[in-house]
């Protein structure tokens, strides 16, 4: 199941959709909102935006390539959308497999790729202005160009 | 006309999420940027960061556009 969402993740159901009697291991990957500070700043939270619907697309494909590579028997990747506070998940990996070993690697993979190819950008809003992650463009005097 | 979207920081430096370029005598993706760049010189200076899709596909620069299309400027990506 693929999904990019705009409300809260609910992480124990996902898990429970994964449970299957032919499987014996589910890895479960988690992101969720860290309080960074800096210079007597800190962050307030995430805002997420996606290009939809390539990045639903790309989500897809991420799973098929779980598929191609690791003996796995369900794959989910739910990404949320807009405002993420502190604590919150901004996307959950669930990974069904028989064994671990397959489990753990595909959930790893399957974060490190959304990082690299699905067309979702976050924002960190700080106290004191906010920054494009990656792109190091925003409000921020910490942000190269502001100087 | 071609249709371009734009976001994350792309948006932020253009000051908008979506602009159409007159594009008839255009007929690959990279002779699309002089164009943007020239209408949102903002963006100029992210160039060597930014990637493109075309119709919902990452394109490359010799990748054909056509009138009609929808081009999408992306920033490096940075979700999870």
Same mark, same amino acid.
């Given at each position: *199941?693929? /999904?990019? $969402?705009?409300?809260?993740?609910?992480?124990?159901?996902?898990? @429970?959709?994964? @449970? #299957?009697?032919?499987?014996?291991?589910?890895?479960?990957?988690?992101?969720?909102?860290?309080?960074?500070? %800096?210079?007597?700043?800190?962050?307030? !939270?995430?805002?997420?935006?996606?290009?939809? =619907? *390539? /990045?639903?697309?790309?989500?897809?494909?991420?799973?098929?390539?779980?598929?191609?590579?690791?003996?796995?028997?369900?794959?989910?990747?739910?990404?949320?959308?807009?405002?993420?506070? =502190?604590?919150?998940?901004?996307?959950?990996?669930?990974?069904?497999?028989?064994?671990? +070993?397959?489990?753990?690697?595909?959930?790893? !993979?399957?974060?490190?790729?959304?990082?690299?190819?699905?067309?979702?950008?976050?924002?960190?809003?700080? %106290?004191?202005?906010?920054?494009?992650?990656? %792109? @190091?463009? +925003?409000?921020?005097? @910490?942000?190269? +160009?502001? #100087? | 006309?071609?249709?371009?979207?734009?976001?994350?920081?792309?948006?932020?430096?253009?000051?908008? #999420?979506?602009?159409? &370029?007159?594009?008839?005598? $255009?007929?690959? &993706?990279?002779?699309?940027?002089?164009?943007?760049?020239?209408?949102?010189?903002?963006? /100029?200076?992210?160039?060597?960061?930014? /990637?493109?899709?075309?119709?919902?596909?990452?394109?490359?620069?010799?990748?054909?556009? %056509?009138?009609?299309?929808?081009?999408?400027?992306? =920033?490096?990506?940075?979700?999870?």
């Amino acid at each position: *199941m693929f /999904a990019i $969402v705009e409300e809260s993740l609910d992480v124990g159901a996902l898990i @429970q959709a994964a @449970q #299957r009697p032919d499987c014996g291991a589910i890895a479960t990957f988690v992101g969720t909102t860290r309080i960074d500070e %800096s210079e007597g700043a800190a962050v307030e !939270y995430l805002e997420y935006e996606a290009y939809r =619907p *390539m /990045a639903d697309r790309k989500l897809e494909e991420i799973g098929a390539e779980i598929e191609g590579r690791w003996d796995v028997r369900r794959v989910s990747i739910v990404h949320r959308l807009g405002r993420v506070d =502190p604590g919150e998940a901004s996307v959950v990996i669930v990974v069904a497999a028989a064994r671990r +070993g397959p489990a753990f690697e595909a959930s790893r !993979y399957a974060i490190e790729r959304i990082k690299e190819v699905v067309p979702i950008w976050k924002r960190e809003v700080w %106290s004191d202005g906010y920054v494009w992650v990656g %792109s @190091q463009v +925003g409000t921020r005097d @910490q942000v190269s +160009g502001n #100087r | 006309m071609i249709k371009v979207l734009l976001f994350g920081a792309a948006a932020d430096r253009a000051g908008t #999420r979506e602009t159409e &370029l007159p594009v008839e005598d $255009v007929s690959t &993706l990279a002779e699309v940027w002089p164009l943007l760049a020239e209408r949102h010189p903002d963006l /100029a200076p992210m160039r060597d960061t930014l /990637a493109f899709a075309v119709n919902g596909e990452y394109a490359r620069g010799n990748d054909g556009v %056509s009138p009609g299309d929808e081009i999408a400027v992306l =920033p490096p990506v940075s979700g999870g």
